[in-house]
């Protein structure tokens, strides 16, 4: 089983729809990262969270560590939103920081 | 603009040939490190380094060297490139604590795309 598990794996919306992606982990992490890949491009990090919820935009993330669990949200989604969403954590006291990667959700918009 | 620079963007090798893939940070972080993507396979970590002088291997560090003599720069050395080796690269760079700060966190390099014929 997989450290990080990320579901669903895809994931088509129409345009203002909300959508909901999910990771659990099964590692005590000092953090959990949501980073998002547009098709041929780079990766940017949208999130680091250690406790709580962060909003940014039209994108929210949560985490309840008790449940190791995390829940990244996106409202009144748009064609832009098309991307590959993953959930990365790094576990506890590893070194140099290293992150645990999820597969990845890919989100497809409609307009 | 801070971040983390990579180049080159694009790169063809011939197996067996060597070359240099280029990372540098400006941000003054600790933490530097390369990871390969690979469709089917996610991310996974090549080297990674502490600080300067420090470096450590990854999950998948064979046909790869590094070095770490400044804490601005950490280049990735193929030393004899395989097809196997044909991916997209990724260095990245974080502060030592992952803190709430404004400041910390991950960045990533907007990648290196290899081909090796």
């Known amino acids: 089983k997989n450290e990080v598990e990320q579901s669903p794996q895809n994931l088509t919306a129409q345009e203002g729809e909300f959508i909901t992606i999910n990771c659990s982990y099964s590692?005590?992490?000092?953090?959990l990262h949501w980073l998002q890949q547009h098709p041929g491009g780079g990766i940017v990090s949208l999130f680091m969270?250690?406790?709580g919820k962060k909003k940014h935009g039209r994108l929210i993330a949560t985490i309840n560590i008790q449940e190791k669990h995390s829940s990244l949200h996106i409202t009144a989604s748009h064609p832009r939103d098309s991307a590959v969403y993953i959930c990365?954590?790094?576990?506890?006291?590893?070194?140099?920081?290293?992150?645990?990667f999820g597969g990845g959700t890919r989100v497809l918009v409609k307009p | 603009n801070a971040g983390v620079t990579q180049t080159p963007k694009f790169q063809v090798l011939k197996t067996g040939q060597s070359m240099t893939l280029q990372c540098a940070q400006d941000?003054?972080?600790?933490?530097m490190s390369w990871y390969r993507q690979d469709p089917g396979m996610g991310l996974r970590l090549i080297h990674y380094?502490?600080?300067?002088?420090?470096?450590d291997q990854g999950e998948v560090p064979n046909g790869y060297n590094v070095s770490r003599s400044t804490t601005e720069d950490f280049p990735l050395r193929l030393l004899s490139a395989a097809p196997s080796q044909t991916s997209v690269y990724f260095c990245?760079?974080?502060?030592?604590?992952?803190?709430?700060?404004?400041?910390?966190?991950?960045?990533f390099g907007s990648g290196t795309r290899l081909t090796v014929v």
């Open positions: 990245a760079s974080s502060t030592r604590t992952l803190g709430q700060g404004a400041s910390d966190g991950y960045t």
């Open positions: 590692v005590g992490i000092s953090a």
């Open positions: 969270l250690s406790s």
């Open positions: 990365a954590v790094s576990p506890w006291k590893a070194a140099g920081n290293k992150l645990t």
């Open positions: 941000m003054n972080h600790e933490y």
């Open positions: 380094s502490v600080g300067a002088g420090i470096t």
